[in-house]
């Protein structure tokens, strides 16, 4: 009985006890965080793990001889690694040759794209015409309707380029621009590249936001208006310039439906000499079991995307703060 | 010179913006516009290629593509109703997912710059080829190295038995369409992932520009994190949600199966006619679905400003 009676005195000290309650509720918000963060920490590695598993494995693997291979207690970690599927991917890639055309090539669209799908954003934004409204519906448009659906028309006007006879009557003949490069510089310099809408919006958003004084000084001062587009405006858009140009580089690179559909050379797009590799090599060098010439693949394709993981790397806390305070979100 | 003086600026204005927008007016109406009115004649007719390859011929057939392609084509009327099916499916899971990971990447915490990079990582790797080897070393990866040589086995040597949970689920009296559509979600776990890398990103953007002020109110208030999150988060995300699913729609069609099958119709079996119609009508239906979904979202999206 006595038991009892104190310890009913000293639970009712406890519930008077302001110390003792701060302390319980400090422990409780604590112990909330700390399972938080738990549980955030097991989600994301989780995922990080599922984006990055495949990628471990190409790695690792592009690293395995064929001893490796065999042995199928050998996982992740190569017993006798070997630079040997480097080697061959890299001759038969003709690596260095394949990445500058490539990068050149990329380089210039993606020049191309900054300057013209500005242009086209900043006019929108900026100046007040007649159907406004509704050519920036065909923006629109233009992000949503799939290349695919216009391919065969596209197709075929490279085939005969000549718009509005112009070329034939030149010239007198009319040129077929496919297997090479042309078409694509053509379709990038009037705004219909790889996703150019997309690159119209983000501009357009962008320039929106900016403060329309910025304009008005520059004319009072006598700027015309392409001086204050260049000179002025272009520089204040350095953060959406910037993901513009990443992404076109980037998405340029790896982009295999336009190279395909103009069929342009592989020595040109390297996105496009890798899907063959495996071929080649299999072919070529007489490695016949297709699982191993897979391995030569991964080392082709880490060769591949190493420049853009790079670019990556460098630029990505510049890259990711572009996309969130440029046009996208707007 | 007369007549340029008076030219007022409005005016002056509008031929220089008319200047601006010139290059992509010029492309779309000599790119886009001649196609798609092109791609309709395609569609409404049988073209015969002539000698070489270069030139063809279009004879008039009215609506017997169409009806052909409704009829008695094999594969265009499930692969259509697949594909839309896939992507309604696709991208709730894929908006709430964003969302999702948009909050937990919000807060200030070590690392946060390295699970973004890794996020976004998709994105940039979007090529065909590395994609192709990348779902085959997502196999590999899930069945061990030792798997890699004898194809057959796959996902399945990973000693888990996934029928026992199934049945262990559906004996718990879920819905079947609920459970199947689980199923679904988790089985599509690694695409969706990788699917929402730009939009977790808009995401959170999103969540960075709602003003602090707001969730001050809340707190002194005495609203729970739940309320915060339904009655001030979720809001004013809300325009951006659409921002999402049009992006999400533009990108899941470009890789769907219908587009591949329009894109074979057309290059490897040379039937110019149908294969443009399939992109047509396949591209109508996108449109379509984006029209009603921006509609009935867009009619329930609180606007800040």
Same mark, same amino acid.
């Given at each position: 009985?006595?038991?009892i009676?104190?310890c009913?005195?000293?639970?009712?000290?406890?519930?008077?006890d302001?110390?003792?309650?701060?302390?319980?509720?400090?422990y409780?918000?604590?112990?909330?965080?700390?399972l938080?963060?738990l549980?955030?920490?097991?989600?994301l590695?989780?995922?990080?793990?599922?984006?990055?598993?495949?990628?471990?494995?190409?790695?690792s693997?592009?690293?395995?001889?064929?001893s490796?291979?065999?042995?199928?207690?050998?996982?992740?970690?190569p017993?006798?690694?070997?630079?040997?599927r480097?080697r061959?991917?890299?001759?038969?890639?003709d690596?260095?040759?394949?990445?500058?055309?490539?990068?050149?090539?990329?380089?210039s669209?993606?020049?191309i794209?900054?300057?013209i799908?500005?242009m086209?954003?900043?006019g929108?934004?900026?100046f007040?015409?007649?159907f406004?409204?509704?050519?920036?519906g065909?923006?629109i448009?233009?992000?949503?309707?799939p290349?695919?659906?216009?391919i065969?028309?596209?197709?075929?006007?490279?085939?005969?380029?000549?718009?509005?006879g112009?070329?034939?009557?030149?010239t007198g003949?009319v040129p077929?621009?496919l297997g090479?490069?042309k078409?694509m510089?053509?379709m990038?310099?009037?705004?219909c590249?790889l996703?150019?809408?997309?690159y119209?919006?983000?501009f357009?958003?962008?320039?929106r936001?900016?403060?329309?004084?910025i304009e008005e000084?520059?004319?009072?001062?006598?700027a015309?208006?392409?001086?204050?587009?260049?000179?002025?405006?272009?520089?204040?858009?350095?953060?959406s310039?910037l993901?513009?140009?990443?992404?076109s580089?980037?998405w340029?690179?790896?982009?295999?439906?336009?190279?395909?559909?103009?069929n342009?050379?592989?020595?040109i797009?390297?996105?496009r000499?890798?899907?063959t /590799?495996?071929?080649?090599?299999?072919?070529?060098d007489?490695?016949?079991t297709?699982?191993i010439?897979?391995l030569?693949l991964?080392a082709g394709?880490v060769?591949?995307? /190493?420049?853009v993981?790079?670019v990556?790397?460098l630029?990505?806390?510049?890259?990711?703060?572009g996309?969130?305070?440029?046009?996208?979100?707007? | 010179?007369?007549?340029k003086?008076?030219?007022t600026?409005?005016r002056?204005?509008?031929?220089v913006g008319?200047?601006?927008?010139?290059?992509?007016l010029i492309?779309?109406?000599?790119?886009?516009?001649?196609?798609?009115?092109?791609t309709?004649r395609?569609g409404m007719?049988?073209a015969?290629?002539e000698?070489?390859g270069v030139?063809?011929?279009l004879t008039?057939?009215?609506?017997?593509?169409f009806k052909?392609l409704?009829?008695?084509h094999p594969?265009f $009327?499930?692969v259509?109703? *697949?594909? !839309?099916l896939? !992507?309604?499916?696709?991208?709730?899971?894929i908006?709430?997912?964003?969302?999702?990971?948009?909050?937990?990447?919000?807060?200030?915490f $070590?690392g946060?710059?390295?699970?973004?990079?890794?996020?976004?990582?998709?994105?940039?790797?979007? &090529?065909?080829a590395?994609?192709?080897a990348?779902?085959?070393?997502?196999? @590999?990866m899930?069945g061990?190295?030792?798997s890699?040589?004898?194809?057959?086995?796959?996902a399945t040597s990973?000693g888990?038995n996934i029928?026992?949970?199934l049945? @262990?689920f *559906?004996d718990?009296?879920?819905?079947d369409?609920?459970f199947l559509?689980?199923?679904g979600?988790? *089985?599509r776990l690694?695409?969706i992932?990788?699917?929402?890398?730009?939009?977790?990103?808009i995401?959170?953007a999103?969540?960075?520009a709602?003003?602090?002020?707001?969730y001050e109110v809340?707190?002194?208030?005495?609203?729970?994190?739940y309320?915060?999150f339904?009655k001030?988060?979720?809001p004013m995300i809300?325009?951006?949600?659409l921002?999402?699913?049009?992006y999400?729609?533009?990108?899941?069609?470009a890789? &769907?199966?219908?587009?591949?099958l &329009?894109y074979?119709?057309?290059f490897m079996?040379?039937?110019y006619?149908?294969?443009?119609?399939m992109?047509?009508i396949?591209?109508?239906?996108?449109?379509?679905?984006?029209i009603?979904?921006?509609?009935?979202?867009?009619?329930?999206?609180?606007?800040?400003?």
């Amino acid at each position: 009985m006595d038991l009892i009676q104190n310890c009913k005195i000293e639970i009712e000290k406890l519930k008077n006890d302001k110390q003792f309650a701060n302390n319980r509720k400090k422990y409780i918000t604590k112990s909330k965080e700390a399972l938080f963060w738990l549980f955030r920490l097991i989600i994301l590695i989780g995922i990080c793990y599922v984006i990055l598993g495949p990628l471990i494995g190409i790695v690792s693997s592009s690293f395995f001889s064929d001893s490796d291979f065999a042995n199928k207690l050998v996982y992740i970690i190569p017993q006798n690694p070997t630079m040997e599927r480097y080697r061959l991917a890299w001759l038969r890639l003709d690596y260095l040759k394949t990445l500058g055309n490539s990068l050149a090539y990329v380089l210039s669209l993606m020049v191309i794209q900054v300057v013209i799908c500005s242009m086209v954003g900043y006019g929108f934004a900026r100046f007040n015409f007649p159907f406004k409204k509704l050519l920036f519906g065909l923006v629109i448009v233009m992000i949503v309707i799939p290349t695919h659906t216009v391919i065969l028309p596209i197709y075929v006007t490279f085939q005969k380029f000549n718009p509005l006879g112009l070329f034939s009557m030149l010239t007198g003949k009319v040129p077929n621009y496919l297997g090479t490069v042309k078409p694509m510089f053509i379709m990038t310099l009037f705004g219909c590249g790889l996703r150019s809408g997309l690159y119209i919006y983000i501009f357009n958003q962008f320039f929106r936001g900016l403060p329309k004084e910025i304009e008005e000084a520059a004319f009072v001062d006598g700027a015309g208006m392409w001086y204050t587009y260049f000179r002025i405006m272009l520089v204040n858009a350095i953060p959406s310039v910037l993901t513009v140009a990443i992404f076109s580089l980037v998405w340029q690179y790896n982009d295999t439906f336009f190279g395909n559909l103009f069929n342009i050379s592989p020595n040109i797009v390297i996105s496009r000499k890798i899907t063959t /590799l495996q071929q080649t090599i299999a072919n070529v060098d007489r490695i016949m079991t297709p699982a191993i010439a897979r391995l030569y693949l991964y080392a082709g394709i880490v060769l591949v995307i /190493l420049p853009v993981v790079i670019v990556y790397v460098l630029l990505q806390k510049r890259f990711i703060e572009g996309v969130e305070r440029s046009g996208i979100v707007g | 010179m007369k007549k340029k003086k008076k030219l007022t600026l409005s005016r002056k204005r509008a031929i220089v913006g008319l200047l601006f927008i010139s290059p992509w007016l010029i492309g779309f109406i000599l790119f886009y516009l001649r196609s798609l009115i092109m791609t309709i004649r395609f569609g409404m007719s049988v073209a015969t290629i002539e000698d070489g390859g270069v030139g063809y011929t279009l004879t008039y057939t009215g609506l017997a593509n169409f009806k052909e392609l409704f009829t008695s084509h094999p594969t265009f $009327k499930q692969v259509l109703t *697949s594909s !839309m099916l896939d !992507m309604v499916v696709d991208i709730p899971l894929i908006i709430f997912f964003s969302i999702f990971v948009a909050l937990l990447l919000n807060k200030k915490f $070590k690392g946060r710059t390295f699970v973004r990079a890794v996020f976004f990582l998709p994105v940039i790797l979007n &090529s065909e080829a590395i994609q192709q080897a990348i779902a085959l070393s997502t196999q @590999l990866m899930g069945g061990g190295i030792a798997s890699a040589p004898d194809e057959i086995v796959s996902a399945t040597s990973t000693g888990v038995n996934i029928e026992y949970y199934l049945r @262990l689920f *559906s004996d718990i009296a879920i819905p079947d369409a609920v459970f199947l559509y689980i199923i679904g979600a988790v *089985s599509r776990l690694s695409s969706i992932i990788t699917a929402s890398g730009v939009q977790i990103i808009i995401f959170i953007a999103a969540l960075q520009a709602v003003p602090s002020s707001l969730y001050e109110v809340a707190k002194i208030e005495g609203a729970t994190g739940y309320e915060t999150f339904w009655k001030v988060t979720l809001p004013m995300i809300m325009p951006l949600i659409l921002t999402n699913i049009v992006y999400t729609v533009v990108d899941n069609f470009a890789n &769907s199966d219908v587009v591949q099958l &329009s894109y074979n119709t057309i290059f490897m079996t040379k039937n110019y006619g149908l294969g443009s119609l399939m992109s047509l009508i396949s591209m109508i239906v996108v449109c379509l679905f984006l029209i009603i979904v921006c509609g009935t979202i867009s009619k329930k999206t609180f606007y800040y400003n």
